[in-house]
């Protein structure tokens, strides 16, 4: 039996990591640490969360005290860290949060860790990151692991940090740890503030759909089960102290990736081609707003076998089915309503 700690996990990604971990790997304990956000809810795993291997806590992992207590606790084997704020925009009207949970948290994260790891052996700190460490591109080329860092934000500012110090904690203490930096998820439970859930929810209530800029910019998109797909793998096949990028090589203007979501909307709402369109709305651009990520993801393909399964425009659909199908989740994480509920349902430390 293996006890593996997973923070973060009632957030978007972090839910799609827990619900395949304990559906694939029952033997493992796994416990999720989230301090439930606006951006995480336990609506997100109602489907494992009675299950004999799985344990939820709420906890902030700013909270250093509290941090120690639970790896001494708990003796985790593994540790899979996703808890962050995660949202660009968040960023740039309040960095402060940015810097608590996604610098402090994942140093303290990484304290607990070295408290109680004596030896490598059977171990594995693993920090999910984000390709926006490495800051734009041009036109033309690829985001490499040997790229250098250049965040622009003051959330990938906090990411690039605390990939820094996930690897000197490796290159200092040696604590085992691999880091990923992958490229923008979408799917089912995202937080209806990011591009396509927020699209998805304006164009079901007939709202202004919101473009940053001339709508020019690139991203590289990925179906988030893929993603936690690449993250099982690398957990237990990556090499110690590596970095793997992974991504979709699935680039998009943002211009293009909205009319062709207004597209599939329109014919899962029955409306008349061209009809959701009419709601794109160019607004003032996004501060120090990256051009373009594009992931160059050969070595993860290369070494590990991973590739994306999915191709965009049936991942867009099964997004679009899975959010019109679950109006409730929407209406209610854009109300703060499931996390007044969990707020009385869980008292935090
Ligand atoms: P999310 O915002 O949906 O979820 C973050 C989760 O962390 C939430 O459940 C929240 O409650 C929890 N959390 C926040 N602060 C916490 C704290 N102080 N203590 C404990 N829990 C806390 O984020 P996401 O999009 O699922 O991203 C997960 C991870 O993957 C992040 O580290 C992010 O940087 C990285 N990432 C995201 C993307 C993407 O496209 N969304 C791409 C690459 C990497
Ligand atoms: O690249 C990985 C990153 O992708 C992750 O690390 C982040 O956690 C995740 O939020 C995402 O960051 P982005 O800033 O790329 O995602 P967002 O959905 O906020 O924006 C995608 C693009 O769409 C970006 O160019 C900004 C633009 N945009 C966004 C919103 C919310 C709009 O034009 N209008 C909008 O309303």
Redesign the pocket.
């Known amino acids: 039996m293996k006890t593996i700690l997973i923070?973060?996990?009632?957030?978007?990604?972090?839910s799609h990591v827990v619900r395949r971990f304990v559906n694939k790997y029952p033997e493992y304990h796994i416990v999720n640490?989230?301090?439930?956000?606006y951006?995480?809810?336990l609506e997100n795993l109602k489907d494992v969360d009675t299950r004999s291997n799985y344990e939820f806590v709420k906890?902030?992992?700013?909270d250093a005290p509290f941090i120690n207590d639970l790896f001494e606790k708990y003796q985790f084997d593994g540790v899979l860290?996703?808890?962050?704020?995660?949202?660009v925009d968040r960023s740039i009207a309040d960095p402060m949060a940015f810097i608590?949970?996604?610098i402090v948290?994942t140093v303290n994260l990484l304290n607990g860790a070295r408290k109680i790891w004596k030896s490598a052996e059977g171990h594995r700190f693993y920090h999910?990151?984000?390709?926006e460490v490495y800051g734009s591109l041009g036109e033309t080329g690829l985001f490499l692991e040997t790229t250098s860092y250049d965040p622009h934000s003051p959330y990938s500012a906090s990411?690039a940090s605390s990939d820094h110090l996930v690897r000197a904690y490796h290159d200092t203490y040696k604590l085992p740890i691999v880091i990923t930096?992958?490229?923008?998820?979408?799917g089912p439970n995202?937080?209806p503030e990011?591009l396509i859930p927020l699209s998805i929810h304006n164009i079901s209530q007939n709202k202004p759909i919101p473009i940053y800029g001339k709508g020019e910019n690139i991203r590289d998109w990925l179906y988030v089960e893929d993603?936690a797909a690449a993250i099982d793998l690398v957990f237990h096949e990556g090499k110690d102290g590596e970095t793997y990028n992974i991504g979709g090589h699935n680039e998009w203007t943002n211009i293009a990736l909205i009319l062709q979501l207004c597209k599939t909307m329109d014919k899962k709402l029955g409306r008349t081609e061209g009809t959701s369109e009419k709601l794109i709305t160019y607004v003032k651009d996004r501060a120090g707003h990256d051009l373009r990520y594009a992931i160059d993801s050969t070595k993860i393909q290369k070494e590990l076998g991973w590739a994306p399964s999915l191709q965009f425009e049936e991942g867009i659909e099964k997004t679009v089915d899975w959010y019109l199908a679950n109006h409730d989740w929407l209406e209610n994480v854009s109300s703060g309503a499931y996390e007044k509920y969990y707020e009385k349902q869980y008292v935090s430390r």
Do not use: P, V
Not at 7 to 13: D, K, L
Not at 59 to 62: H, K
Not at 181 to 186: I, L
């Open positions: 923070t973060g996990g009632a957030g978007f990604i972090g640490l989230d301090a439930l956000t951006a995480g809810n906890g902030d992992i700013n860290h996703l808890a962050a704020e995660s949202h608590m949970t996604n948290g999910i990151s984000t390709d990411k930096n992958c490229s923008n998820n979408y995202q937080f990011k993603h």
